[in-house]
């Protein structure tokens, strides 16, 4: 606390730095003070215990050097730490880094947390999004192709909703309040919307604060308000088939009111344009107060210093900004690696597509040559299995021996038909072949396991056994 002297009485007066107003405890006069300009001798909480005035508060970040990211008044006797936010929150493509301040009271009867911004590209209802059923899940929120995360778009009063479930889920909240943006927050909404509008964006911002009972998973009560201002934009006008004038398709709209297919074709194609304005919603701070019930209107003044004096220091953006050039040269790397995987693949696929052709010229060759060897095979029947072989026509019978020659030739012509070779298993049985494999190979631990290769023979190893060919001797 700052000490003041009283320009009536002279009397000592406490002022902590933020208030606008301080009254005189003993003659009751009333001064009318300006809080101290931003960075103007702050001190810096090193050991993170407030002390009832504004101060610098360093992030305990690794990669934060102890840079003070925030300034705020912290309440007497609160811990305070300002640290990096959870997994998944806010998109440092466009944000840079994010940043979460928890003040904390003695005894944790009260918790103010402060968090910075993040941005969400909205996902618009569309041909593959009819319904806009697709949320920000703020306990882990989905990032989608090209970094970036993506939600429908939320009011202030649907987003505060949201902040303490993300924070303690299975909270139950009833709403007590809630306060509209006043005077002082439109004014600032104007500066922030013009300053939007000179980038060439159309932009419009909402506020809100909201004020709850919450009963805690654990069924403890407490009292709690969440404030947030959110800005939802996107890139100005230039009219066009993507602009954000009706374009090429409006002079069919009332077409496509009148229904039928052409308008429905319309309509869909309206979809289609609209899905593919980028826009985006901004949740430019979050600010969660959450207090036991018997503490939280005598903590909750301290709530208010807080939120009209916490800013984002220079050294946080400076840390975004870092934050962003690391995120594009991640980004560049990955787009380079990508090409680089792509052109890896489209290596593969030209030399997977020659070890085909090259396989089926072996295999069609290979299938000639056991064609030319079954022909050689029934023109040597042919010429030594004529009725002389059985001892003439006019034998009886075939002689001792010719019923296993019969049988060979039998089994001959059945594989000249089937296109197939016949060979001994290791198990003693016999297997049939496709005559486009050369040589043939049977597992001797797992004897229904086989493999075969089509001109040079391969060694097997251990595990399997060449068969031989029976040549109809079966």
């Known amino acids: 606390m700052e000490q003041l002297i009283c320009q009536a009485c002279g009397a000592k007066l406490n002022w902590d730095g933020v208030s606008d107003l301080v009254t005189c405890p003993y003659c009751g006069s009333r001064f009318n003070l300006r809080p101290r300009t931003q960075g103007a001798g702050d001190e810096v909480l090193r050991d993170g215990i407030g002390r009832g005035t504004v101060a610098q508060i360093p992030s305990v970040q690794a990669d934060a050097g102890g840079a003070c990211f925030l300034r705020s008044?912290?309440?007497?006797?609160?811990?305070?730490?300002?640290?990096?936010?959870?997994?998944?929150?806010?998109?440092?493509?466009?944000?840079?880094?994010?940043?979460?301040?928890?003040?904390?009271?003695?005894?944790?009867?009260?918790?103010?947390?402060?968090?910075?911004?993040?941005?969400?590209?909205?996902?618009?209802?569309?041909?593959?999004?009819?319904?806009?059923?697709?949320?920000?899940?703020?306990?882990?929120?989905?990032?989608?192709?090209?970094?970036?995360l993506e939600g429908t778009r939320r009011s202030a009063a649907e987003y505060c909703d949201e902040m303490l479930p993300a924070i303690y889920p299975g909270v139950q909240l009833q709403l007590l309040g809630e306060d509209n943006a006043d005077e002082a927050e439109q004014r600032l909404q104007q500066q922030i919307l013009t300053n939007y509008r000179n980038q060439g964006m159309n932009a419009e911002a909402d506020w809100k604060r909201r004020y709850y009972l919450a009963i805690m998973p654990d069924g403890k009560r407490m009292n709690a308000a969440a404030e947030t201002r959110i800005v939802s934009w996107e890139q100005g006008s230039q009219g066009g088939m993507f602009g954000g004038q009706p374009g090429m398709f409006g002079g069919f709209q009332n077409q496509a009111a009148q229904g039928g297919l052409l308008g429905a074709g319309l309509q869909f194609l309206q979809r289609m344009q609209q899905s593919l304005i980028p826009r985006f919603w901004e949740v430019q701070y979050e600010l969660l107060f959450l207090a036991d019930e018997d503490c939280a209107k005598a903590v909750y003044p301290e709530f208010n210093k807080v939120r009209k004096s916490f800013r984002f220091l220079p050294a946080f953006e400076q840390y975004k900004e870092n934050g962003r050039r690391v995120v594009l040269q991640c980004q560049q790397q990955m787009m380079a690696d990508t090409a680089a995987s792509q052109q890896r693949r489209m290596n593969m696929m030209m030399e997977t597509q020659d070890y085909i052709h090259n396989v089926q010229s072996d295999m069609m060759a290979s299938s000639s040559a056991s064609h030319d060897r079954v022909a050689q095979q029934w023109s040597d029947y042919m010429q030594n299995s004529g009725p002389g072989a059985y001892g003439g026509m006019g034998s009886m019978g075939p002689a001792v021996g010719e019923t296993d020659t019969m049988d060979r030739v039998r089994n001959q012509w059945s594989e000249a038909i089937k296109e197939t070779n016949t060979y001994y298993g290791n198990d003693g049985k016999v297997y049939e072949a496709s005559t486009s494999y050369d040589h043939v190979y049977q597992g001797n631990k797992d004897q229904d396991s086989f493999f075969g290769t089509s001109g040079t023979s391969e060694d097997p190893g251990v595990d399997y056994d060449e068969l031989k060919r029976t040549n109809g001797n079966y």
């Open 73 to 148: 008044y912290v309440p007497s006797g609160w811990q305070v730490q300002c640290g990096g936010s959870p997994q998944g929150y806010g998109d440092p493509a466009r944000d840079g880094a994010h940043c979460t301040t928890v003040m904390t009271a003695p005894g944790e009867k009260a918790f103010i947390v402060i968090r910075s911004t993040q941005t969400v590209r909205h996902v618009e209802p569309s041909m593959l999004n009819g319904n806009g059923a697709r949320h920000l899940n703020l306990m882990g929120a989905r990032v989608v192709g090209g970094g970036g």
